[in-house]
């Protein structure tokens, strides 16, 4: 079974910049997509930024040039790179992957972005 496990949340300033880590574990084969998911507070899990096996990319408008996601295949490590932070970006960021349809999810890190 897939387990996931986020670090690298904290806190910053608004313009600034954190890299959140997601260590995947376990048997990662058959695995299809892997994102990043940001939950603000009291609102719903939203995607920002999805990984498929075959190296393509995808962002929504929000975060557009400011995330970077990427993977380490030998550590089997996903990354969010977030860089010019905002207000607006503080939540609870999860890591998921898909593995022969089935999704897993990370527990979240938390990250606080202040004026």
């Known amino acids: 079974q897939v387990q996931l496990v986020e670090s690298g949340g904290g806190s910053v300033q608004a313009g600034g910049s954190l890299r959140l880590s997601c260590a995947v574990s376990?048997?990662?084969?058959?695995?299809?997509?892997m994102g990043w998911y940001h939950q603000a507070p009291g609102e719903q899990r939203e995607l920002v930024a999805v990984?498929?096996?075959?190296?393509?990319?995808n962002y929504p408008s929000s975060v557009k040039g400011r995330f970077t996601i990427s993977r380490d295949s030998a550590k089997n490590v996903l990354y969010l790179q977030m860089n010019n932070l905002r207000l607006e970006d503080t939540g609870v960021y999860y890591c998921?992957?898909?593995?022969?349809?089935?999704?897993?999810w990370g527990q979240g890190t938390q990250v606080t972005v202040s004026s």
């Open positions: 990984l498929t096996m075959s190296g393509s990319t």
């Open positions: 376990g048997s990662i084969l058959g695995i299809t997509v």
């Open positions: 998921r992957i898909v593995q022969r349809s089935t999704p897993y």
